[in-house]
């Protein structure tokens, strides 16, 4: 039986599991044991570069293979389903070993990647393809629908800095506010500071450059730069 924050969990998936124990599973990091969550997110995967591959095709008709891999890669990448994870609060419905634990495994991005991958294969195991595919164009909607075959494929911290260089103001600063974790697993949160906004913007990521990517997608996002 599932206890409150898993059934909260499913809530926000918009998916309740016929059979708990897929949830468990796909929740289930390698550091916990042996029975763990890696076969599903090796199909989950899978099914999420053809799902997302699939939409890109129709929706871009015109485009050609380059700039739909282009777009794809955007969308499936680890930073991408990190940010997914979190709008889910993943993190603290995570099934980890006590070393994982302790070193902040909730927040890093490649455990919340991965889960956001074992849980799309736990769906496609209970229900097939159709559900599936409902499941993750939902959850991938509004950065399918931001999508143009004009979209950059620089970081976002490269477009923040281009953007302040255009409107010729300081270079954006991002300062180191606290590291967490062991040495061999450190959580770093980062605070973007500009300029042109009164209030910086903070993320959380396993290594420091990492965490300066979303908190500069923050900063985007606050300045309303598409």
Known sequence: MLTLKYQRLEQRLGYHFQDKRQLQLALTHRSHGATNNERLEFL???????????DLFTRFPEAREGQLSRLRSQLVKGETLAEIAREFELGECLILGEGEL?????????????????????????????????????????????????????????????????????????????????????????????????????????????????AATLMLTQLNID
Not at 44 to 54: A, H, P, Q, T, Y
Not at 138 to 157: G, H, I, Q
Not at 190 to 214: D, F, G, M, W, Y
């Open 44 to 54: 989950g995967d899978s099914i999420l570069n053809f799902i997302v591959g699939e």
């Open 102 to 214: 302790k070193s902040g495994g909730q927040q890093r991005d490649s455990i919340l990647a991965d889960s956001v991958e074992a849980i799309i294969g736990a769906i496609y195991v209970e229900r097939g393809l159709d559900v599936c595919r409902e499941r993750v164009l939902v959850w991938f909607a509004e950065r399918l629908n931001k999508l143009s075959l004009n979209t950059s494929a620089k970081d976002s911290k490269s477009r923040l800095q281009e953007y302040l260089q255009a409107q010729r103001q300081p270079l954006p600063e991002y300062v180191v506010v606290q590291v967490g974790g062991e040495g061999h697993a450190q959580i770093f949160t980062i605070e973007c500071r500009v300029v042109l906004s009164k209030q910086p913007t903070q993320a959380t990521a396993s290594n420091r450059r990492e965490a300066e990517k979303q």
